[in-house]
């Protein structure tokens, strides 16, 4: 009885690299440089249903009119949900997988009341319950560039503890 | 708002590795470049036709196909074209020509590089003959380029 030859299937590794750029837009560009320059977190807000849109956008995505007036947040509030990540996904970004664990959490941001989804830094299932307050921590001056990873992620406040 | 202009450009960039797999026929190709040099197409019993790269059925008459030849690895450029510009996922450096070769024996074009020849010289219907790489690693890039040939 002769051995069959096993055939010697090929499996190709590939990366698809798509390099690309684009424009923030006068109301992205205002929000993302009050972070860049000033650590700031602005907003707008809707003349016609007093919305805020976080991140602004140049028309309300309610009334469709478009939104001028422009409120600041508060860099803290409260975790209104969140999500634990446990499992790595590719982050289609960079191509490469997500460290875990990580939390994003959307946070309903003093002074207004539109949530920003960004990440906490605790990733311990026990220490985070929706209701509790967190505040945002920016990179150090000359390190922001204009992006909404400015902030680094939002600091869980233990001691000011759950409403 | 006020008259300031706040826009600014992002640079970005997406990313996606991803995995290939050539499966039975497509390995036997790559297989093939990699260990013997040979470049190997497949034949249609019905219709006589010769495919490159080969193929498991014909395109023509959905038949199955279960009989390789050995094609090449002479060819006569049937197209091309020279490309002057720079992306991260082209194999070598600009400028270099792209071109259908229509290799002795075959009925469909391989789509490869030409070179050790200017662009301005590529003709159609010119003879050319493969270069292998040294390290071989069962891509059609084992096969450097094609030159030309007498």
Redesign the interface.
């Known amino acids: 009885m002769t051995e069959e030859k096993k055939q010697d299937l090929v499996e190709i590794q590939e990366l698809v690299s798509v390099p690309h750029s684009f424009a923030t837009g006068p109301v992205m560009g205002r929000f993302l440089s009050e972070i860049r320059d000033n650590k700031r977190i602005v907003a707008n807000k809707c003349p016609k249903c007093g919305r805020t849109q976080l991140p602004p956008r140049i028309v309300c995505a309610v009334c469709h009119v478009q939104v001028d007036d422009w409120i600041e947040l508060q860099p803290r509030g409260e975790i209104t949900s969140y999500d634990m990540i446990f499992i790595p996904t590719l982050n289609p970004l960079t191509g490469k997988m997500r460290e875990v664990p990580y939390t994003s959490a959307s946070i309903l941001l003093d002074g207004g009341d539109a949530t920003l989804t960004h990440f906490l830094d605790v990733t311990d299932p026990k220490k985070v319950k929706v209701g509790m307050r967190c505040e945002a921590v920016f990179r150090p001056d000359g390190e922001r560039t204009g992006s909404v990873m400015d902030i680094v992620y939002f600091r869980v406040l233990t001691e000011e503890g759950s409403k | 708002?006020s008259e300031k202009?706040?826009?600014?450009?992002?640079?970005?960039?997406?990313?996606?590795?991803?995995?290939?797999?050539?499966?039975?026929w497509?390995?036997?190709f790559?297989?093939a470049l990699r260990d013997n040099m040979k470049i190997m197409g497949s034949k249609c019993p019905t219709c006589n036709k010769v495919f490159i790269p080969p193929r498991s059925s014909c395109e023509q008459c959905f038949g199955k196909i279960s009989e390789w030849v050995e094609i090449g690895p002479k060819g006569k450029v049937t197209s091309f074209c020279v490309v002057n510009y720079k992306e991260?996922?082209l194999p070598v450096e600009p400028p270099f020509v792209l071109a259908l070769i229509r290799l002795e024996g075959a009925d469909s074009d391989l789509t490869h590089i030409i070179s050790e020849v200017s662009p301005e010289n590529v003709r159609i219907g010119m003879t050319v003959a493969p270069v292998f790489a040294e390290q071989r690693k069962?891509?059609i890039l084992d096969i450097k380029y094609f030159k030309p040939a007498g």
Do not use: C, I, Q
Not at chain 2, 7 to 24: D, I, Q, R, T
């Open positions: 708002m202009n706040w826009s600014f450009e992002v640079p970005g960039k997406l990313e996606v590795p991803y995995k290939y797999y050539a499966g039975e497509g390995s036997k790559l297989a991260p996922y069962a891509s």
